[in-house]
């Protein structure tokens, strides 16, 4: 439901945006004054409706909604092809619905926000929506609290192609919920955040019926909810849920893990987050045989008996984050196992965990895929231990290093080891000095080296993080009584994004260091899924 833009429309889009405006004097003005009875057509008639729609593609939203107002055509087309859209959903909209849905009836990705301070649209305003907006297939709900189980059981009727749902800070409950499990049967994602409704005496949500052979729902996220454990009928009896992340809920989930663990599962990827789980809950998830990403995060029930379940079903598994938070509950003894039994592993993050060269030793010497590694916040991780992996880990591309005890001689190994790499990053590690990164790049060209005190440490830092922040920042921004439309479809950014998105990363690029680890390692994960897909 995100805002941002397509890589094409980034490439391209001020080239094209350029052509348009060289070519506007001919189109609107007809050329010179004197010959104005010859050429004062206007050529772009001459395009199909489906021509003049991709150039608008290209623009961002200003330049878009300013084209609109070139003339009816261009309104028209611009309104029949704009599949996505996102709204301040505040109540003083609700008049301005009926005519702007009138304009964009082709929409298929709905946002509505609305700030804490402000009154939010209520349930007649969205049932109205649901009404004009039958082909609706991604709905994202932020901070609506005047809507209730009544309104999400009118829209859940009304939109049936709904095919991803995302709701967060709103004040309807788990009736709403299974409404839209019952009517919306092509549902795939489902995302739950801070949803008041669900409380201790909330009724469960589950799948109608039986529910496990006609679901298409692959995907639950869980966040910051004080009942979740609700959730359990859906997440244990869903056969075709692929990914579950449950992240800061309250209560004990072994319970929940357990029920998972006993069906025939196709879970691949786990997120658990700030959990109550304990080693009971990793051997539930050790019967996932599928599984092939798990995230375990800031869990201190968490120890290498869990992990050791893990490691030895969970033969298939090739991503593994463990945030240990330095409880040392999990150490050599649970990595080596993963290095024993977990021979496809591709991408290890370790954070909070004292490794030693034991088990560095053997991931190394063992998991030949490996090509992402980040070691964070370990005091047992030295010079010893990157020499080992220099060494051995010959796949590996990318490398991260923070708050580790490493000094030049550790990094200088790098040199001469690991011939595939290509990015290494060294943060907050005290001992290692400015010199030892640029010999590096002296030595390696074609590697790019990161490191503390970098001209370049603001950008990078924030790199990750701003485009979210940005995208945030554009939602809610209307003024006045007429309602503001901040997203538009398949465009390409707007001409001012480039500046702001500098601001914002001049503002904030000194305070998101401590998010540098977790946000560069997802992108890297990211670009190289072509390499590393299932």
Known sequence: MGQAPSSTAESNGREVDLRLWSVSPLIISGGDSMDSGKNDRDYTLDLPDECLAHVFQYLGAGDRKRCSLVCKRWLFVDGQNRHRLSLDARAEIFSFLTSMFDRFDSVTKLALR??????????????????????????????????TDLGMVEFARNCRNLKKLSVGSCNFGAKGVNAMLEHCKL???????????????????????????????????????VNGQVFEPLVASTRTLKTLKIIRCLGDWDKVLQMIGEGDS???????????????????????????????????????FGLIDVAERCKLLRKLHIDGWRTNRIGDEGLVAVARHCLNLQELVLIGVNATHKSLSAIASNCEKLERLALCGSGTIGDTEIACIAKKCGALRKFCIKGCPVSDLGIEALAAGCPNLVKLKVKKCKVVTGEIGEWLREQRRTLVVSMDGDETEATVA???????????????QAGGGVPEIVGSSNGGGSN???????????????????NLVSCRFRRWSHNDNGSSST
């Open 496 to 514: 001012n994004g480039g500046s702001r998105l500098a601001t914002i990363r001049s503002k904030f690029g000194f305070f998101t260091g401590r």
């Open 114 to 147: 609305c700030d804490r301070k402000s009154v939010s649209l209520s349930d007649e305003a969205l049932v109205v929506i649901s009404v004009r907006c039958l082909n609706l297939s991604r709905v994202k709900l932020r901070g609506c609290r005047e809507i």
């Open 462 to 476: 924030v790199d990750g993080e701003s485009e979210t922040a940005l995208e945030e920042s554009r939602v809610g």
């Open 187 to 225: 549902l795939e994602e489902l995302s739950v955040k801070r949803l008041r409704g669900i409380h201790e005496a909330a009724e469960l949500i589950h799948l109608p019926g039986d529910g496990s052979s006609s679901s298409t729902l692959r995907s639950i996220c869980l966040k910051e909810l």
């Open 266 to 304: 196709s879970l691949s990827e786990i997120h658990l987050e700030r959990l109550q789980v304990s080693d009971f809950g990793l051997s539930a998830i050790s019967k996932c045989s599928k599984l092939e990403t798990l995230h375990i995060v800031k869990t201190p029930e968490c120890s290498n």
